[in-house]
């Protein structure tokens, strides 16, 4: 029977045997791994040390940098606080100057009406007196030519200029 020399047992200076071959190759192994295992855990432990330094920079440059940086938002947000504000100032000055454009709008739009009504009201007026003239214009006229016969019914230049006159200052007064 072949077996390993490891596991052959080990005869001790007084004859017997010092441990079972099974336990001391079990034991070597267990030494071996826990080497092994000591190994990978320094290993990892260094890695572990460099990046809790890293952290360690990381939260003082953080701390370094937050107090700026929280004052530097807290500058952003008031200004735009105060925009919004002047913006919300703003839209109620336009509302109201919008609302004030609105009723000078709507006077303007009732002097017009009002000045329109009275130039319509003084053509009228106008026509009426215009009309009773010279219907008293044509009866002294019909009375004239009664007086005299002879005399040709076209009107004088003076009832001319009367009449070119009268529409004249109706356009005036209408414009």
């Known amino acids: 029977m072949a077996s390993d020399p490891s596991l052959q047992p080990e005869i001790g200076p007084d004859g017997l045997s010092r441990e ?13 791994e826990q080497l092994q295992l000591r190994k990978f855990i320094e290993e990892n432990y260094s ?3 460099d990046v809790e330094r890293e952290l360690a920079n990381l939260t003082m440059e953080m701390k370094l940098t937050a ?29 109201q100057a919008q609302k004030v ?10 002097e017009e009406a009002m000045k329109q009504k009275l130039c319509e009201d003084l053509n009228n007026l106008v026509k ?13 006229k019909r009375r004239l030519e009664a007086l005299n016969p002879s ?19 109706l356009i005036i007064f209408c414009a």
């Not at 107090?67 to 509302?95: C, D, W």
């Not at 005399?151 to 200052?169: D, G, K, Q, T």
């Open 47 to 49: 890695k572990i040390r």
């Open 20 to 32: 079972a071959p099974v336990i001391a190759y079990t034991e070597r192994k267990i030494e071996e």
């Open 128 to 140: 009426e007196s215009s009309s009773t003239q010279f219907s008293r214009l044509e009866e002294l």
């Open 67 to 95: 107090g700026p940086k929280k004052a530097a938002l807290e500058h952003l947000r008031k200004k735009i606080e105060m925009s919004t504000e002047r913006i919300r100032v703003a839209k109620q000055k336009e509302e």
């Open 101 to 110: 454009w609105e009723a000078a709008s709507q006077a303007v739009k009732d």
């Open 151 to 169: 005399r040709a019914s076209a009107p004088s230049p003076y009832v001319r200029y009367l009449l070119f006159h009268f529409i004249y200052l």
